[in-house]
């Protein structure tokens, strides 16, 4: 077939193309994730006994904040790295504002107490609970921005993954903060850092692979 | 021609076609078609390979990859720095599946600057496409033989098929695409 050809058949048969849908889906998808994930968590392990008293409370919603702030800033520079062209490798620096404030809040935190309880501030009671839980319920949005993914142009497979994985760690957060019975801001900077940061590097690692088109 | 100017004229010409103007798309098509074949010819001749025929294959690719990722320009963006990113990751791919190093050529912008005569194509392609169309189902083919050689229009196609225009369309778009994966498979080995 002649270049030729190919254009005429590419032209003959174009329609009207809508370049908004990419960056609706990814908003749907990602509420949709999200109402998913927290539905899973409330199965699973059931809200945080205290719920009714404690959902207002400082901690519970810096938990919130941290994940809704970290999805917010990763959504449209994943939906963005679907598009060919555009550069949103230089915004992704962003990510660590959210992150750093927590951890200037829990330095703050820590300063003021004697060292003798830093241990309990830092460990709390269930941190291990906390870096399995997050990654496994971020799997979910992970799976419905991969399959977004798949329908975009990532010229950039490892960048697309990190920013889903942020994405869908940052959500798995706010998800689980229901569920979180650990209010101290050292294990939240921790612990909660710590998960996103795996749930980035296993995106970046595993979404190229995916992604090739 | 700048770049610069190619992006003011080419924009307003993309815009339209998105609102669904087949005229202009045609326009769009042979305007970027032109440029990317004086890059591909360009970065494919430093990495050593001087055949314009294998230029030609790697245009098909590009444009038919265009073709299918139309809804992910962002219409604030430039579309020739959405193209270039388009042709380059193609250029990439074909090297890689084809056995050469893609990391030590200067894949840089330079070339899609200096690439402003747009160029003729003085070659026939290597069949690469015609293999994909192959593999398509009979009357996916026969659809497309009739727009692509005789020229008719997707509604007269449609009506010597026995199908609506919009079933021919979404057939044909269908077959682009399963050449587009064809075309991305070849040359991998089969484990």
Redesign the interface.
């Known amino acids: 077939?002649?270049?030729?050809?190919?254009?005429?058949?590419?032209?003959?048969?174009?329609?009207?193309?809508?370049?908004g849908?990419?960056r609706r889906a990814t908003w749907l998808g990602a509420l949709c994730a999200l109402a998913a994930t927290a539905g899973l968590v409330l199965l699973t392990l059931g809200a945080r006994h205290d719920f009714g008293r404690a959902w207002l409370t400082t901690p519970v919603l810096a938990k919130m904040l941290l994940g809704a702030s970290v999805a917010g800033i990763a959504l449209p520079l994943f939906q963005?790295s679907?598009?060919?062209?555009?550069k949103p490798a230089r915004r992704l620096p962003l990510v660590a504002l959210p992150i750093l404030l927590a951890a200037g809040w829990a330095l703050l935190t820590l300063a003021q107490v004697p060292a003798e309880q830093w241990s309990t501030l830092i460990f709390g009671r269930y941190w291990r609970a906390c870096l399995i839980a997050v990654p496994l319920y971020a799997l979910c949005p992970l799976i419905v921005l991969l399959l977004l993914a798949r329908r975009?142009?990532s010229?950039d497979g490892p960048l697309t993954g990190a920013c889903a994985g942020l994405a869908s760690a940052g959500l798995a957060t706010v998800a689980y903060a229901l569920h979180c019975p650990d209010d101290a801001a050292p294990f939240l900077a921790i612990w909660y850092t710590i998960a996103i940061a795996s749930m980035t590097a296993l995106g970046a690692l595993i979404f190229p692979r995916f992604l090739?088109? | 021609m700048s770049l610069e100017e190619f992006e003011t004229q080419l924009r307003p010409v993309f815009l339209a076609a998105l609102a669904g103007d087949a005229a202009a798309y045609r326009r769009f098509l042979d305007a970027i078609g032109g440029r990317l074949r004086g890059y591909l010819r360009q970065m494919l001749a430093r990495a050593g390979r001087h055949e314009p025929s294998e230029a030609e294959d790697v245009l098909q690719e590009v444009l038919l990859a265009l073709h299918l990722s139309r809804h992910t320009y962002d219409p604030a963006s430039p579309v020739t720095a959405w193209a270039h990113a388009i042709a380059r990751y193609k250029l990439v791919d074909h090297l890689r599946r084809s056995g050469r190093h893609a990391g030590n050529l200067p894949l840089d912008d330079e070339a899609f600057q200096l690439a402003d005569r747009p160029e003729a194509p003085s070659t026939e392609a290597r069949l690469d496409l015609d293999r994909a169309m192959a593999s398509l189902p009979e009357r996916t083919r026969g659809l497309i033989d009739r727009v692509r050689l005789q020229g008719a229009s997707v509604a007269e196609a449609a009506d010597a098929a026995g199908m609506t225009e919009n079933a021919a369309k979404v057939a044909i778009h269908r077959g682009l695409q399963a050449m587009a994966k064809f075309l991305s498979r070849r040359g991998e080995r089969p484990t």
């Open positions: 077939m002649q270049t030729n050809e190919l254009i005429s058949l590419m032209s003959a048969s174009h329609r009207p193309v809508d370049t849908w990419l963005r679907l598009r060919p062209g555009l975009g142009a010229v090739r088109w």
